[in-house]
């Protein structure tokens, strides 16, 4: 099991969730299961994130640990 943070707009595709656990061994498992529970909105701001594994950018096929902490950064705006 993974705990999984999700921020801005990638938390509110996830219906308002900030942290939700996930049971995967890599990345693209999570991803998976997080589209599988949220949905194509959800599937769409995946499409531009960045995905980092305990404080570290990593890509789709990264193994996961179990107790890792996943977190779904999506591009940031502002000024």
């Given amino acids: 099991m993974v705990t999984v943070l999700l921020?801005?707009?990638a938390r509110?595709?996830?219906?308002?969730?900030?942290c939700v656990e996930v049971d995967a061994s890599d990345v693209a498992g999570v991803t998976d299961a997080l589209v599988d529970r949220f949905?194509?909105?959800f599937a769409a701001v995946l499409a531009?994130?960045?995905?980092?594994?305990?404080?570290?950018p990593v890509t789709g096929d990264a193994p996961l640990d179990a107790g890792a902490v996943v977190s779904v950064l999506p591009p940031?705006?502002?000024g």
């Fill in 76 to 78: 940031v705006s502002g």
């Fill in 7 to 9: 921020f801005g707009p």
């Fill in 48 to 56: 531009s994130s960045r995905i980092w594994v305990d404080d570290e």
């Fill in 12 to 18: 509110d595709a996830a219906r308002g969730a900030s």
């Fill in 39 to 41: 949905g194509e909105a």
